[in-house]
Protein backbone atom coordinates (compact mmCIF):
# COMPACT_ATOMS: atom_id res chain seq x y z
CA UNK A 1 0.00 0.00 0.00
CA UNK A 2 0.61 3.70 -0.49
CA UNK A 3 3.52 4.69 2.33
CA UNK A 4 1.95 6.93 4.73
CA UNK A 5 4.70 10.55 4.81
CA UNK A 6 4.55 13.86 6.41
CA UNK A 7 2.03 16.42 5.21
CA UNK A 8 5.04 18.29 3.45
CA UNK A 9 6.08 15.74 0.91
CA UNK A 10 2.62 14.40 -0.07
CA UNK A 11 1.27 17.82 -0.12
CA UNK A 12 0.73 17.78 -3.53
CA UNK A 13 -1.45 14.76 -3.26
CA UNK A 14 -3.68 16.12 -0.25
CA UNK A 15 -4.17 18.72 -2.37
CA UNK A 16 -5.04 16.60 -5.72
CA UNK A 17 -7.52 14.42 -3.17
CA UNK A 18 -8.95 18.06 -1.81
CA UNK A 19 -9.92 18.62 -5.67
CA UNK A 20 -11.93 15.56 -6.09
CA UNK A 21 -13.63 16.53 -2.78
CA UNK A 22 -14.36 20.04 -4.55
CA UNK A 23 -16.07 17.89 -7.41
CA UNK A 24 -18.53 16.01 -5.00
CA UNK A 25 -19.18 19.10 -3.58
CA UNK A 26 -20.05 20.84 -6.31
CA UNK A 27 -22.42 17.49 -7.23
CA UNK A 28 -23.96 18.20 -3.80
CA UNK A 29 -24.95 21.74 -4.61
CA UNK A 30 -25.96 20.90 -7.94
CA UNK A 31 -28.37 18.06 -7.10
CA UNK A 32 -28.75 18.45 -3.44
CA UNK A 33 -26.74 15.03 -2.38
CA UNK A 34 -23.94 13.66 -4.02
CA UNK A 35 -22.39 9.74 -2.91
CA UNK A 36 -18.89 11.27 -1.72
CA UNK A 37 -16.84 9.29 -3.95
CA UNK A 38 -18.39 10.52 -7.24
CA UNK A 39 -15.30 13.12 -7.84
CA UNK A 40 -13.28 10.02 -7.94
CA UNK A 41 -15.59 8.30 -10.35
CA UNK A 42 -15.08 11.34 -12.55
CA UNK A 43 -11.43 10.77 -12.33
CA UNK A 44 -11.85 6.68 -12.54
CA UNK A 45 -13.87 7.82 -15.95
CA UNK A 46 -11.18 10.07 -17.54
CA UNK A 47 -8.74 7.38 -16.33
CA UNK A 48 -6.54 9.84 -14.45
CA UNK A 49 -5.78 8.09 -11.23
CA UNK A 50 -1.97 7.31 -12.07
CA UNK A 51 -1.23 9.79 -8.87
CA UNK A 52 -2.88 7.00 -6.85
CA UNK A 53 -0.47 4.39 -7.74
CA UNK A 54 -0.11 1.58 -5.12
CA UNK A 55 3.43 0.31 -3.73
CA UNK A 56 2.90 -3.47 -2.98
CA UNK A 57 5.63 -6.51 -2.89
CA UNK A 58 3.72 -8.49 -4.53
CA UNK A 59 2.74 -7.92 -8.41
CA UNK A 60 -1.14 -7.13 -8.85
CA UNK A 61 -3.37 -7.95 -11.84
CA UNK A 62 -5.07 -5.00 -13.40
CA UNK A 63 -8.71 -4.73 -11.68
CA UNK A 64 -7.04 -5.31 -7.93
CA UNK A 65 -4.87 -2.50 -8.84
CA UNK A 66 -7.42 -0.16 -9.70
CA UNK A 67 -10.08 -1.74 -6.73
CA UNK A 68 -7.31 -0.21 -4.69
CA UNK A 69 -6.34 2.74 -6.34
CA UNK A 70 -10.09 3.74 -6.42
CA UNK A 71 -10.26 2.69 -2.28
CA UNK A 72 -7.18 4.92 -1.97
CA UNK A 73 -8.60 8.04 -3.64
CA UNK A 74 -12.32 7.36 -2.24
CA UNK A 75 -10.73 6.95 1.26
CA UNK A 76 -9.08 10.24 0.87
CA UNK A 77 -11.76 12.33 -0.22
CA UNK A 78 -13.84 10.83 3.11
CA UNK A 79 -11.45 12.29 5.06
CA UNK A 80 -11.06 15.02 3.16
CA UNK A 81 -14.35 16.03 3.40
CA UNK A 82 -14.79 15.39 6.96
CA UNK A 83 -11.35 17.48 7.80
CA UNK A 84 -13.34 20.42 6.57
CA UNK A 85 -16.28 19.83 8.44
CA UNK A 86 -14.23 19.78 11.38
CA UNK A 87 -12.42 22.89 10.31
CA UNK A 88 -15.81 24.74 9.82
CA UNK A 89 -18.32 23.38 12.69
CA UNK A 90 -21.41 25.36 11.49
CA UNK A 91 -20.19 27.06 8.88
CA UNK A 92 -20.10 24.34 6.46
CA UNK A 93 -22.48 23.96 4.21
CA UNK A 94 -23.06 20.26 3.76
CA UNK A 95 -23.51 17.68 6.25
CA UNK A 96 -22.27 14.05 5.73
CA UNK A 97 -25.54 11.39 5.95
CA UNK A 98 -24.62 7.39 5.79
CA UNK A 99 -21.99 8.13 3.12
CA UNK A 100 -23.66 10.83 0.98
CA UNK A 101 -22.89 14.93 1.29
CA UNK A 102 -25.97 16.65 1.67
CA UNK A 103 -26.04 20.60 0.82
CA UNK A 104 -27.37 21.99 3.57
CA UNK A 105 -26.41 25.79 3.07
CA UNK A 106 -25.53 28.23 5.55
CA UNK A 107 -25.89 32.06 6.85
CA UNK A 108 -23.84 33.15 3.79
CA UNK A 109 -22.79 32.12 0.49
CA UNK A 110 -19.10 32.61 0.51
CA UNK A 111 -18.14 29.07 0.56
CA UNK A 112 -20.36 28.34 -2.42
CA UNK A 113 -18.77 31.39 -4.06
CA UNK A 114 -15.05 30.29 -3.22
CA UNK A 115 -15.96 26.65 -4.36
CA UNK A 116 -17.72 28.13 -7.81
CA UNK A 117 -14.54 29.81 -8.46
CA UNK A 118 -12.33 26.87 -8.26
CA UNK A 119 -14.69 24.79 -10.59
CA UNK A 120 -15.96 27.24 -13.17
CA UNK A 121 -14.64 26.32 -16.31
CA UNK A 122 -12.39 29.67 -16.76
CA UNK A 123 -12.03 32.77 -14.65
CA UNK A 124 -10.87 34.92 -17.95
CA UNK A 125 -13.49 35.12 -19.91
CA UNK A 126 -17.08 36.04 -20.41
CA UNK A 127 -18.78 36.19 -17.22
CA UNK A 128 -16.54 34.39 -14.86
CA UNK A 129 -14.47 37.34 -15.35
CA UNK A 130 -16.64 38.36 -12.16
CA UNK A 131 -15.09 35.35 -10.00
CA UNK A 132 -11.38 37.24 -9.30
CA UNK A 133 -12.84 40.42 -9.36
CA UNK A 134 -15.08 39.75 -6.19
CA UNK A 135 -12.54 37.71 -4.67
CA UNK A 136 -10.31 40.23 -4.21
CA UNK A 137 -12.91 42.87 -3.02
CA UNK A 138 -14.43 40.48 -0.75
CA UNK A 139 -11.55 39.60 0.68
CA UNK A 140 -9.99 43.06 1.22
CA UNK A 141 -13.41 44.20 3.24
CA UNK A 142 -13.39 40.79 5.20
CA UNK A 143 -9.63 41.24 6.31
CA UNK A 144 -10.85 45.21 7.42
CA UNK A 145 -13.60 43.73 9.30
CA UNK A 146 -11.21 42.18 11.08
CA UNK A 147 -9.59 44.95 12.04
CA UNK A 148 -12.43 46.54 13.91
CA UNK A 149 -13.95 50.15 13.83
CA UNK A 150 -10.70 51.16 12.77
CA UNK A 151 -10.18 49.08 9.74
CA UNK A 152 -9.76 50.93 5.94
CA UNK A 153 -9.54 49.02 3.29
CA UNK A 154 -8.47 49.81 -0.51
CA UNK A 155 -8.76 47.74 -3.64
CA UNK A 156 -5.64 48.47 -5.74
CA UNK A 157 -5.55 45.07 -8.36
CA UNK A 158 -5.98 45.70 -11.97
CA UNK A 159 -8.80 46.03 -13.40
CA UNK A 160 -9.71 48.74 -10.90
CA UNK A 161 -13.07 50.27 -9.96
CA UNK A 162 -13.95 53.66 -11.67
CA UNK A 163 -14.47 55.45 -15.01
CA UNK A 164 -12.06 55.89 -16.53
CA UNK A 165 -9.89 53.32 -14.48
CA UNK A 166 -7.71 54.76 -12.17
CA UNK A 167 -3.60 53.58 -12.68
CA UNK A 168 -1.50 51.91 -10.32
CA UNK A 169 -0.42 55.19 -9.17
CA UNK A 170 -3.83 56.82 -8.57
CA UNK A 171 -4.61 53.76 -6.22
CA UNK A 172 -1.58 54.47 -4.10
CA UNK A 173 -1.93 58.09 -4.05
CA UNK A 174 -5.53 57.31 -2.77
CA UNK A 175 -4.12 55.40 0.34
CA UNK A 176 -1.38 57.86 0.84
CA UNK A 177 -3.58 60.45 0.94
CA UNK A 178 -5.85 58.73 4.08
CA UNK A 179 -3.15 56.88 5.89
CA UNK A 180 0.07 59.33 4.67
CA UNK A 181 2.87 56.66 5.57
CA UNK A 182 2.00 54.64 2.53
CA UNK A 183 3.47 57.19 -0.24
CA UNK A 184 4.33 56.72 -4.29
CA UNK A 185 8.01 57.19 -4.67
CA UNK A 186 9.75 54.88 -7.29
CA UNK A 187 13.09 54.06 -7.30
CA UNK A 188 15.53 56.31 -9.85
CA UNK A 189 15.47 55.01 -13.31
CA UNK A 190 11.92 54.04 -13.18
CA UNK A 191 8.57 55.87 -15.13
CA UNK A 192 7.42 58.48 -12.47
CA UNK A 193 3.74 56.84 -13.46
CA UNK A 194 4.25 53.10 -12.46
CA UNK A 195 3.93 49.89 -14.49
CA UNK A 196 2.25 50.38 -17.93
CA UNK A 197 0.02 47.45 -16.30
CA UNK A 198 -0.70 45.67 -13.42
CA UNK A 199 -0.67 45.94 -10.18
CA UNK A 200 3.19 44.90 -8.81
CA UNK A 201 1.67 42.07 -7.58
CA UNK A 202 -0.58 43.92 -5.05
CA UNK A 203 -4.64 43.58 -5.08
CA UNK A 204 -5.49 45.22 -1.80
CA UNK A 205 -3.86 47.59 1.14
CA UNK A 206 -6.06 47.08 4.67
CA UNK A 207 -4.95 49.29 7.22
CA UNK A 208 -5.70 50.19 11.08
CA UNK A 209 -6.06 53.90 11.59
CA UNK A 210 -4.56 55.42 14.04
CA UNK A 211 -6.57 56.20 17.18
CA UNK A 212 -5.06 59.25 17.57
CA UNK A 213 -3.74 62.58 15.19
CA UNK A 214 -0.40 60.95 15.10
CA UNK A 215 0.03 58.53 11.62
CA UNK A 216 2.75 56.93 12.40
CA UNK A 217 3.18 52.90 13.34
CA UNK A 218 -0.05 52.06 11.73
CA UNK A 219 -1.04 48.32 10.91
CA UNK A 220 -0.71 47.66 7.11
CA UNK A 221 -1.48 44.37 5.19
CA UNK A 222 -0.81 44.13 1.59
CA UNK A 223 -3.19 41.65 0.42
CA UNK A 224 -2.30 39.03 -3.20
CA UNK A 225 -5.02 36.64 -4.76
CA UNK A 226 -4.75 33.74 -6.55
CA UNK A 227 -7.54 31.99 -8.03
CA UNK A 228 -6.24 30.23 -11.18
CA UNK A 229 -4.50 26.54 -10.88
CA UNK A 230 -1.22 28.29 -10.64
CA UNK A 231 -1.83 30.03 -7.30
CA UNK A 232 1.13 27.89 -6.12
CA UNK A 233 3.68 29.82 -8.60
CA UNK A 234 2.56 33.44 -6.60
CA UNK A 235 3.57 32.83 -3.54
CA UNK A 236 6.61 35.22 -4.65
CA UNK A 237 4.78 37.90 -6.77
CA UNK A 238 4.15 40.42 -3.61
CA UNK A 239 7.15 41.00 -1.59
CA UNK A 240 8.29 44.25 0.15
CA UNK A 241 11.54 43.89 -1.73
CA UNK A 242 9.59 44.62 -5.58
CA UNK A 243 6.77 46.83 -3.69
CA UNK A 244 9.41 49.55 -2.33
CA UNK A 245 10.52 49.80 -5.80
CA UNK A 246 7.37 51.84 -6.08
CA UNK A 247 6.38 52.63 -2.50
CA UNK A 248 7.86 53.96 0.44
CA UNK A 249 6.55 51.50 2.84
CA UNK A 250 5.45 52.31 6.27
CA UNK A 251 8.82 52.21 9.14
CA UNK A 252 6.46 49.41 10.49
CA UNK A 253 6.62 46.69 7.98
CA UNK A 254 3.37 45.34 6.32
CA UNK A 255 2.07 42.15 6.69
CA UNK A 256 1.65 39.93 3.50
CA UNK A 257 -1.70 37.91 3.12
CA UNK A 258 -2.19 35.10 0.57
CA UNK A 259 -5.96 34.77 -0.09
CA UNK A 260 -7.00 31.76 -2.21
CA UNK A 261 -10.75 30.32 -2.68
CA UNK A 262 -9.10 26.32 -2.46
CA UNK A 263 -8.86 24.25 0.64
CA UNK A 264 -5.29 24.02 1.30
CA UNK A 265 -3.45 20.86 2.17
CA UNK A 266 -1.99 20.77 6.00
CA UNK A 267 1.07 20.69 3.67
CA UNK A 268 0.92 23.13 1.63
CA UNK A 269 -1.21 25.65 4.33
CA UNK A 270 1.79 25.42 6.18
CA UNK A 271 4.38 26.02 3.17
CA UNK A 272 2.65 28.82 1.93
CA UNK A 273 2.42 31.06 5.11
CA UNK A 274 6.25 30.43 5.62
CA UNK A 275 6.51 31.58 2.06
CA UNK A 276 3.19 34.15 1.74
CA UNK A 277 2.79 35.38 4.80
CA UNK A 278 -0.93 34.67 6.23
CA UNK A 279 -3.04 32.64 4.09
CA UNK A 280 -7.01 32.93 3.72
CA UNK A 281 -8.26 29.85 2.16
CA UNK A 282 -11.92 29.14 1.58
CA UNK A 283 -12.19 27.88 5.22
CA UNK A 284 -11.02 31.05 6.55
CA UNK A 285 -12.98 33.45 3.72
CA UNK A 286 -15.87 31.15 5.05
CA UNK A 287 -15.37 31.68 9.04
CA UNK A 288 -14.50 35.45 8.75
CA UNK A 289 -18.01 36.02 6.04
CA UNK A 290 -20.27 33.89 9.40
CA UNK A 291 -18.29 35.95 11.80
CA UNK A 292 -20.25 39.05 9.79
CA UNK A 293 -23.11 37.11 8.46
CA UNK A 294 -25.76 39.66 8.56
CA UNK A 295 -23.46 42.81 7.11
CA UNK A 296 -21.43 40.48 4.60
CA UNK A 297 -25.61 39.58 3.19
CA UNK A 298 -26.47 43.34 3.14
CA UNK A 299 -23.47 44.66 1.30
CA UNK A 300 -22.02 41.27 -0.89
CA UNK A 301 -25.00 39.11 -0.93
CA UNK A 302 -26.87 40.18 -4.25
CA UNK A 303 -23.22 40.23 -5.94
CA UNK A 304 -22.24 36.28 -4.78
CA UNK A 305 -25.66 35.12 -4.88
CA UNK A 306 -25.60 36.35 -9.00
CA UNK A 307 -22.10 34.70 -8.76
CA UNK A 308 -22.96 31.62 -7.71
CA UNK A 309 -25.88 31.20 -10.43
CA UNK A 310 -23.36 31.11 -13.24
CA UNK A 311 -22.13 27.90 -11.80
CA UNK A 312 -24.41 26.47 -9.42
Same mark, same amino acid.
Given at each position: ?????????????????????? @??????????????????????????????????????????????????????????????????????????????????????????????????????????????????????????????????????????????????? @???????????????????????????????????????????????????????????????????????????????????????????????????????????????????????????????????????????????
Amino acid at each position: MRRRDDPYSLRAHHQRIAGDAD @QTEMTAVIDGVAQIDSGVRDEQIAGAMDDFDIVSDQPLEEWHDNDLKYDEAAGGVRLEIERRASLLGEAYPFSIESGRLVYTGARTKAYEFCLATVVAPNITSGVYVIYPRLFERLCAWLVQKSLGPLGRSFHTGAPRDGKPQPTFR @QAVEAIQREAEEFSWRPDDGLPQQGPSTGDAGLDFVVYQSSICPRLVGQLFILGQCACGEDWTEKWNDLTLPKLGKWIKLPPVAPTRVLAVPFVLSEGYFRDATKEAGIVIDRVRVSLYSDMFDEELNQVWGEKIESAVGHVF
